[in-house]
């Protein structure tokens, strides 16, 4: 049927065909006049608007500035002396404030068209409007008429001007930034009825526990995740079982740090996986956990000691001030943990007891007191 109508009509009367291509491209044109770009700071600046998360994603990852702007719209003539005095004037105040890395305003504009020189020699030694001798007219009018500077840096009527102030990097602003998101989580958390914390290949990024060294690789989404999740957990007695990186972000969540490489520090022995590429090796046991005596943990074991794979690279350093030892390796590293003075559910083991949480005894036991806390967490939830 198309076949047949493209034939007909499209084939047989071309001249028409064209005829009417032009006049619907002249009303495209007609009425393109009537389009406006709303390029607001309200469209543009929407909370969870995929282009702007896209922009804090690109911003985090390759350091770009958060920056403020800010306008000047003087009574007097732009290019009036008592204009650019003031302007330069408020420039140096706000560069003068402890937050502001730089400021950048239309007197640092270079000005290539407001000189008689060669194009090499202008580039060498470009001026701007606070430069002695520049024919400040000129030059205004130069940037006035730059498509890349009009309307950017300059209204298009040339009387209001934008000051772009760059801000020095601010761990408090992002905190600020992130928290609607944490909100969010914090909303969806209190319909769970409990919370597992997984292990990773990732380490968690030592900027979070006041150190430098950088063991790769990292996961800083799900750092910025989870950390501030832990102390809200605890303050809904959601019941926790923390594994491997999980038990290592609860400690960095409540204060304490990690060892970047265990294996490095004097006196430990190697935590990491054996190296081999069957799960089974990996995952066998490699050493035994001495648990606290009369602690939680010795409690459920039954046992005063219990043996553990170990796959692991970084290690508790400092423990946080309430959480309470609840197993340590024969080299001292901490093993497994509880927290101080708290009627909820919360363990954290350095190991991986998923793997045998059907077979190894002790495994067993773990996830059915974890299974038994989700189950009656729930049913206090609806009552």
């Known amino acids: 049927m198309f076949a047949h109508l493209y034939q007909n009509i499209v084939l047989k009367k071309p001249k028409a065909i064209f005829i009417l291509l032009i006049v619907a491209l002249l009303g495209f044109g007609y009425f393109s006049k009537n389009f406006r770009l709303d390029a607001s700071s309200d469209t543009l600046l929407i909370e969870g608007d995929p282009d702007l998360k896209y922009l804090r994603e690109v911003n985090e990852r390759y350091g770009a500035k958060e920056f403020l702007v800010l306008t000047y719209a003087p009574k007097e003539a732009m290019t009036s002396e008592s204009s650019m005095n003031n302007l330069l004037s408020l420039k140096y105040k706000i560069q003068s404030l402890d937050w502001v890395h730089s400021v950048i305003t239309l007197l640092d504009i270079p000005l290539l068209s407001s000189s008689d020189e060669t194009l090499t020699e202008r580039l060498k030694n470009f001026s701007t409007l606070k430069s002695e001798g520049i ?43 992130n928290k609607k998101e944490i909100e969010n989580y914090k909303n969806v958390l ?129 423990l946080a001030g309430n959480l309470e030892i609840e197993g340590v390796a024969k080299d001292e590293t901490v093993e497994a943990i509880s927290l101080k003075n708290y009627d909820g559910y919360f363990f954290g083991v350095q190991w991986h007891p998923e793997y045998t949480a059907t077979t190894d005894d002790f495994s067993k036991k773990l996830f059915g007191s974890f299974s038994n806390s989700v189950e009656k967490k729930s049913l206090e939830r609806t009552k």
């Open 190 to 318: 209190r319909k769970f009825d409990g919370v597992l914390l997984t292990g990773s290949l990732s380490n968690v990024y030592p900027e979070f526990y006041n150190k430098e060294k950088i063991v790769k690789p990292l996961d800083i989404d799900r750092d910025k995740t989870v950390l501030p999740m832990i102390d809200f957990i605890f303050e809904q007695k959601i019941p926790l079982l923390a594994i491997c990186r999980g038990f290592q972000e609860v400690n960095v969540a409540l204060g304490g740090s990690l060892h970047a490489n265990i294996h490095d520090v004097p006196g430990r022995i190697d935590h990491r996986a054996p190296e081999s590429k069957d799960p089974d090796v990996q995952f066998a046991k490699q050493h035994e956990v001495y648990l606290t005596s009369n602690g939680k943990m010795e409690e459920l074991a039954g046992t005063p000691t219990i043996d553990v794979n170990s796959l692991h690279t970084q290690g508790i350093d400092d």
């Open 135 to 177: 024919d400040k007219e000129r030059g205004f009018n130069e940037i006035l008429n730059s498509p890349v500077f009009r309307n950017f840096v300059i209204s298009e009527d040339g009387k209001t001007t934008g000051i772009i102030v760059n801000l020095k990097k601010d761990e408090k602003l992002k905190q600020l930034k």
